[in-house]
């Protein structure tokens, strides 16, 4: 029941009526409802809530400082709230809920978890306001730099630390927080499966062993602008066109090394219907097996178009902890153990030298970053059923 209340109340959120799906950027008013309804959820189950140096939300049962200075860091469940531009409702928010439900669900049957015991919400995860993933985790832990973060802009040129002056807080205590990573001894992220791995195995739950190596570029293509009308092809120097071979060239770079690349954000100079573009800026994501590969691909990318491939991020393989996947397998039935494609805050900590691991939910369609993405309810359960079992467990 818990679920299902938790669920309806975050579901309106950042629900748009002019374009199909979720719109929960960061800082924005969908963002905001978010944040406060954590609040609220988190203080009516007698949690007490703070917030970091970054701004991500924390959840806590207990006293993690005390569980930590006895030298028993405490379990954290969690994921993020915000979202792609007109994305679904379960990626990032079903982690959150389900972490609330799961306490639910294990005090309602009197076990009342013993030690301290976290929820978090991790910010800008998605990336889609100011261009890094996982950025809230990563400045958190110090891979991403806190000064190069408050200079990043969004599209209309806003930087973060003007975003975060605006929403009332103060960009000169932004930074790493040891403090707040000293409380987690192991952070555990349910999130909706992407991809589609367990439909056809018949499992509701798997457990994540690793993020595969990924990476973004900025390609800037300069051109002319000019009257559609007027202009002859041949007096043209339109950078469209360089784009469509930057685009197919992405492609076929990516076949060839078993990756996978998209072009999926345009930024383009006057964006007008009759004028030929004077910039497009397009920006590169690429994933595969291999750090070296990915790194190939983007290179290939510039060598063989001529514009330059200027690297905005890059994640090696993050590799959770195995005895952890194999204890969190055995704990729900042998899920099955799957690397994943898609970036996690989860990598973040992992990365810094956290005990971590995730677990993905079915996605029985497969699509993700879209407002079709779904779970069937059945498995929302599973899912929560799941995460009750590992407080029980884990929890100290
Ligand atoms: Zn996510």
Redesign the pocket.
């Known amino acids: 029941v818990s679920f299902e209340q938790l669920w309806a109340e975050t579901l309106p959120i950042g629900l748009s009526d002019v374009v199909p799906g979720y719109h929960r950027l960061f800082g924005s008013r969908a963002d905001w409802e978010l944040r406060e309804w954590f609040v609220d959820t988190a203080q009516r189950r007698g949690f007490s809530v703070e917030e970091d140096r970054v701004g991500n939300q924390w959840a806590w049962l207990g006293d993690p400082d005390d569980a930590a200075s006895r030298n028993r860091p405490s379990l954290v469940l969690g994921?993020?709230l915000d979202s792609v531009p007109a994305g679904g409702a379960f990626?990032?928010a079903l982690g959150v809920v389900s972490a609330f439900a799961a306490v639910d669900e294990l005090r309602d049957a009197g076990q009342a978890p013993v030690g301290a015991l976290g929820i978090v919400a991790f910010v800008e995860?998605?990336g889609s306001r100011f261009g890094i993933t996982c950025a809230g985790s990563r400045v958190l832990t110090g891979s991403l730099d806190a000064d190069h973060a408050l200079g990043l802009r969004d599209i209309d040129g806003i930087t973060l630390a003007e975003s975060l002056t605006t929403l009332g807080r103060n960009p000169k205590t932004f930074g790493p927080d040891p403090d707040a990573l000293r409380r987690i001894g192991t952070y555990i992220e349910l999130?909706?499966e992407q991809g589609r791995a367990l439909d056809p195995a018949g499992r509701s739950i798997a457990v994540g062993s690793a993020i595969r190596p990924y990476g973004r570029w900025r390609l800037t293509i300069d051109g002319q602008a000019n009257h559609a009308g007027t202009t002859q092809l041949e007096d043209r120097d339109d950078p469209m066109l360089k784009l469509a071979q930057v685009i197919t060239t992405a492609r076929q770079a990516a076949a060839a090394r078993g990756c996978v690349a998209t072009i999926g954000k345009l930024d383009i100079e006057p964006n007008a219907i009759n004028a030929i573009p004077s910039r497009v800026t397009a920006w590169l994501d690429a994933r595969g097996p291999q750090s070296h590969l990915v790194k190939e691909l983007a290179a290939e990318v510039g060598d063989l178009t001529g514009v330059l491939a200027l690297e905005e991020s890059f994640t090696h393989r993050e590799r959770f902890d195995a005895d952890l996947a194999s204890t969190l397998s055995t704990l729900l039935d042998g899920a099955p153990i799957l690397e994943t494609g898609?970036g996690?805050d989860a990598g973040s900590l992992a990365a810094a030298g956290i005990r971590t691991a995730m677990l993905f939910v079915r996605n029985p369609t497969g699509v993700s970053h879209s407002p079709t993405e779904s779970i069937e309810h059945a498995d929302c359960i599973e899912g929560v059923h799941g995460l009750a079992k590992v407080i029980a467990a884990l929890d100290s």
């Open positions: 994921s993020h990626d990032g995860e998605e999130h909706i898609a996690h």
